[in-house]
């Protein structure tokens, strides 16, 4: 990926690539990524090529098809290592991304699979927000119980 990235560097296109091209499922580069090696290697590279604000923005507003986030896709996908690594290292994910709401107005926590993801994502919210997030509802009236419930994520519930 890096060597990618640094091949696109002189003529900008690494800027397209990483923020406007999606694939069928409307996924950008940084919702693709499977590790958080990766991650770091799209992260650290859009980050050096950017004023803070407008990565900030691009974090943010990296949304697929249902306007999913990368921590959204991470928590679907299982992914605690990439998940964790952008709770971690960018204070704008886990004051505001981790709050952001899909077209369906599921949060990632919403979407998580295992405990895992569960207890990460919980660890990066204040403990007095934490009951007003767990009840809030989507679009369907399900709290993230309801959904782990219906999924049948009993080590969830």
């Known amino acids: 990926v890096q060597y990618f990235l640094q091949l696109l560097k002189p003529s900008n296109k690494w800027r397209i690539l990483c923020n ?4 069928l499922s409307g996924d950008s ?4 990524a499977r590790t958080k090696e990766i991650a770091k290697i799209i992260l650290d590279f859009a980050s050096a090529d950017s004023t803070r604000e407008k990565f900030h923005m691009f974090l943010c507003h990296a949304k697929g ?7 959204h896709t991470a928590s679907r996908k299982g992914r605690l ?7 971690s290292n960018y204070a704008i994910a886990h004051t505001k991304l981790i709050y ?7 949060s990632p926590l919403h979407l998580a699979k295992k405990s895992d993801i569960v207890q990460c994502l919980l660890s990066f ?12 509802p989507n679009n369907d009236q399900q709290t993230v119980v309801h959904n782990a419930a219906q999924t049948g994520r009993t080590d969830v519930v």
């Open 20 to 23: 406007d091209f999606t694939d």
């Open 29 to 32: 580069l940084i919702h693709c």
């Open 65 to 71: 098809i249902s306007e999913e986030t990368v921590l």
């Open 81 to 87: 290592d990439v998940l964790h690594y952008i709770l």
């Open 100 to 106: 952001i709401e899909d077209t369906h107005k599921n």
């Open 125 to 136: 919210i204040p403990a007095e927000k934490i009951d007003n997030f767990i009840w809030k």
